[in-house]
């Protein structure tokens, strides 16, 4: 489904409000289109100085994975019934990463996340992934989420 002018906008203020990274840690912009097994976002975060993810004031590109795991939670709060629980997912790994750059802060557009859900059941989701910047392709992997794991304790 691609939104539409007439539809709620899915930015920022929409993401934080339906996944559980709230502030600097809330990495997504917008949604730019979704479906029943896919969603592409953008982000710009990658560009600013208080990035939670940089170190020594660089973004490796393996930091990527956490712009795609925020992707495929957003994924899951779209596809969610009104009235529905909020579903928590937890990473729980990450296949055939291919890193076609090292840093992601040198990368000046925005970043486009898209995430395709490959399969899933009840209790986990496999997605592929790939992130893309001005036409060119900047990482992609798989990554597999365990949803509603319950804590020890």
């Not at 559980?20 to 990658?46: F, K």
């Not at 557009?109 to 997605?127: C, F, H, K, M, T």
């Not at 001005?134 to 597999?144: H, P, Q, V």
Request: charged share 20%; glycine share 8%.
């Amino acid at each position: 489904m691609r939104v539409t002018d007439d539809a709620a906008p899915l930015d920022r203020a929409w993401i934080a409000a339906r996944i559980p990274h709230q502030g600097a840690i809330c990495l997504l912009d917008s949604v730019l289109d979704w479906g029943p097994d896919h969603i592409r976002c953008q982000a710009t975060s990658h560009t600013q100085m208080d990035n939670p993810l940089r170190a020594q004031g660089r973004l490796a590109a393996v930091c990527g994975i956490e712009y795609a795991a925020q992707a495929m939670a957003v994924h899951g709060a779209v596809l969610q019934q009104a009235g529905e629980r909020p579903r928590m997912g937890y990473l729980a790994s990450v296949r055939k990463l291919v890193l076609h750059v090292e840093r992601l802060d040198e990368i000046a557009g925005p970043l486009i996340v898209d995430a395709q859900r490959i399969s899933g059941e009840a209790a986990n989701v496999l997605y592929s992934f790939e992130i893309h910047a001005g036409g060119r392709l900047l990482l992609a992997g798989r990554a597999a989420v365990i949803l509603d794991v319950a804590l020890p304790g």
